[in-house]
Nanobody, 124 residues
């Protein structure tokens, strides 16, 4: 079956960095666009970043543009999210997701597979 397993979350001070990874199995990774979403307590799940299935096209939420970088390694079936200059408002559970699409959609509805999430906490 399809599995998406996130790792790399944790507690970091404001201004610090974290690198999230998402390892995929059970699917042909290279034909899926990949996205990262986040959900803070009491809030909706929001789009953070997406990468096309070939890796050549990326898109970001305005709130993370210039601070976060999404990338993928199709040989290793893994997608990454490098997060720099972290802010307390970045605190959330971060989820990776796979969409059968060329480019990464921004709507959660368009993603068919989801990981279990990894907690990111940024202290002030």
């Amino acid at each position: 079956q399809v599995q998406l397993v996130e790792s790399g979350g944790g507690l970091v001070q404001a201004g610090g960095s974290l690198r999230l990874s998402c390892a995929a199995s059970g699917l042909t990774f290279s034909i899926y666009a990949m996205g990262w979403f986040r959900q803070a307590p009491g809030k909706e799940r929001d789009f953070v970043a997406g990468v096309s299935r070939g890796g050549g096209s990326t898109n970001y939420a305005d709130s993370v543009k210039g601070r976060f970088t999404i990338s993928r390694d199709n040989a290793k079936n893994t997608v990454f999210l490098q997060m720099n200059s972290l802010k307390p408002e970045d605190t959330a559970v971060y989820y990776c997701a796979a969409a059968l699409s060329v480019v990464a959609p921004r709507r959660a509805y368009d993603y068919g597979y989801w990981g279990q999430g990894t907690q990111v906490t940024v202290s002030s």
